[in-house]
C-alpha cells in the first residue's frame, strides 16, 4: 500500500513538473514572439526612414544642382557667399552627385596664427571653391533638418533625461519616470550625459534607458565673457549639453517631431505622459504656441487646486517641456551653446517671438535638485513649495482645443472683464466666490504683491512668471485671482501700449 501511495506520488509529481516545464516553454515562445514582433516592426520603421531620406537627398540634390547653375551664371556672387563664409568660420562642405563631401575647413584663430596666414588661406579656399566645376553644389556643414510631416504623437515624440554626475538624483528620476510611462514603444527614454561616469552609465542600464553620451570638453572663456558665467561655468557647460542632445535626437533616423526635456533631478506625475498625449497636437495646429511645457512656477498648493485647469503663458516655464522639430529647425542654428543660460535666451523677443507656452496649474514636474549648477537658487524659497499633481487627469476624455489662441482669448477677455476689482486682501479672503481682479499700476507694485503672495517676482524680457498678456492667474481658496495690469499692454509689462 505503501508503495502504491509512493508510485501515485511520483506520477503526480511528474506530471506537475511536465506541465510546469511545457508553461515555461510556452511563456518563452510567446515572449519571443513579442520580441521578433518588436524587431520587425523596428526594420519596417528603419526602412521607412532610409526611404524618406533617399526621397530627401535626391530633391535636395536637385535643388542645389539648379541653385549652383544660376550661381555659376554669377561667379562673382559664388565666390562673395563662399569668401563670407570661410570669414565667418563656417564649416563648408561640397556635395557631388553621388553625395560623397569634400570639405573646406575654417582657419583656426588659435594663438600665435597670422592674421595675413589666415586671411591668405581663406581666399585661396575661396578661389579653390569658386573654381569647382558646376556638379559641385555649396552647402553650410550646419544642414537643416528636413520638414518632416510626422505627427506630434507619443511614438514620435523622445524623451530626454539631461544628466551629469548626480546618479542618485537620476536615480529618483528614472524611477519616476518609467513608473508613469505608458509602455510599449510610446515616448522613448533616452538620458543624456554630459562626459562618461560609470556610476551613471549604471543606472542608466538598470533602468534600461536609452544612453547618449555627450563628449564633454573644456571650455575656455575669452574676455567678453560676462564675469558671473566664469565664476559659475556650470550654465555654460549646461547649455552645451542641452543644444548637443536636442540636435542629436533630432537628427536621429527615428526622425522625432518632438522632444520632450526633463533633467536628471525633475520628477514627474502619474498622468505626465496623458497630459502631453493631449496637448503635443496644439503646436502643429497653432502657430502662436512656443512650447508645451508641464511646469508651473506657481503651482504652491494654495495657488493651483484643479488638475484639469490649463492655461497659455507669455513666459516659457522650462522644468520638463515639449519642443518640435520646427522650433528646433529654427532655434539650432543659433543655440547660445558656451554662452550658458540657454532658458533666458529662449525667452528673449528674438527667440520667442511672441510666441506662447502652454501649462498647467497644478505642475506635472516638481524638482528636488538642492545642489546643483543653480547652487539652490530659488529652492528653498520656491521650487521645494510647488506642489506635484497627484490626481491623475484622463485626458484622453478632454477637449483642449480651447487652448488655440482664437477661442482662448477670447473667453479670456471675457473672463476678465466679468471680474470685479478688489484689494488683494479681499481676493484672499476664505469663502468668497467668483473670480476677481487685483490690479497693479507698475512694476514695483507687482512685485510687492508677489512678495505678500511669496511668489516669484522677477521678470524675464518684462514678462513675469506664468503671465498671459501681463496677467498673472492664480487659484486662491478655490477661486481665480487674476493680478493684472492697470494699463493696456502686450506681453512685456514694461512697455505700456498707447491707447491711441
Known sequence: MN??????????????????????VQQAMSQLHEVLEVQKKTVEQLHAARKSVRLTKLALKSSKRHTLNERMSRPTEGLQEVALAAKAGIDS??????????????????????????SATRASAALTAAARPSSLTYIATY???????????????????????RHLYLDRALKSVFR????????????SQDGPNEQVSEVVRRYGARPLIHPRKTLHFGPETPAFLKTTPGYAYLSVHYGWALATLFNDPAQYAGVIILEEDIEVAPDFFGYFTATAPLLAQDS?????SAFNDNGQPQYASDPAALYRSDFFPGLGWLLSRSLWQEIGPKWPNEHGFWDDWLREPPQR??????RPEMSRTST?????????????????????GSIPVQWSARNVSFLIKSEYDAAFARQLAAAPI??????????????VRVLYANKKELAGFCSQLGIMDDLKAGVPRTAYRGVITLRINGRLVFLAPSYAVDQDITKALDKK
Open 368 to 388: 528636488f535638485g538642492q545642489t546643483g549648477t543653480s547652487k539652490s537658487q530659488f529652492y528653498t524659497k520656491y521650487l521645494a513649495r510647488i506642489q506635484l
Open 93 to 118: 562642405q561640397f556635395i557631388d552627385a553621388e553625395g560623397d563631401s569634400t570639405s573646406v575647413q575654417p582657419v583656426s584663430d588659435g594663438q600665435g596664427s597670422d592674421p595675413h596666414s589666415r
Open 422 to 435: 478688489v484689494s488683494l486682501h479681499e481676493a484672499k479672503k476664505v469663502g468668497q466666490a467668483g473670480a
Open 3 to 24: 508503495l502504491l501511495s509512493g508510485s501515485n506520488w511520483c506520477e503526480r509529481r511528474v506530471f506537475l513538473i511536465s506541465a510546469e516545464k511545457d508553461k515555461a
Open 288 to 292: 502662436s504656441l512656443l512650447c508645451i
Open 180 to 191: 508613469s510611462h505608458p509602455g510599449g514603444r510610446q515616448f522613448p527614454i533616452y538620458v
Open 353 to 358: 517671438r511672441g510666441r506662447t507656452s502652454i
Open 143 to 165: 544642414r537643416p533638418l528636413a520638414n518632416f510631416t510626422l505627427p506630434l504623437s507619443p511614438a514620435n515624440i523622445a524623451v530626454v533625461v539631461i544628466a551629469y554626475n
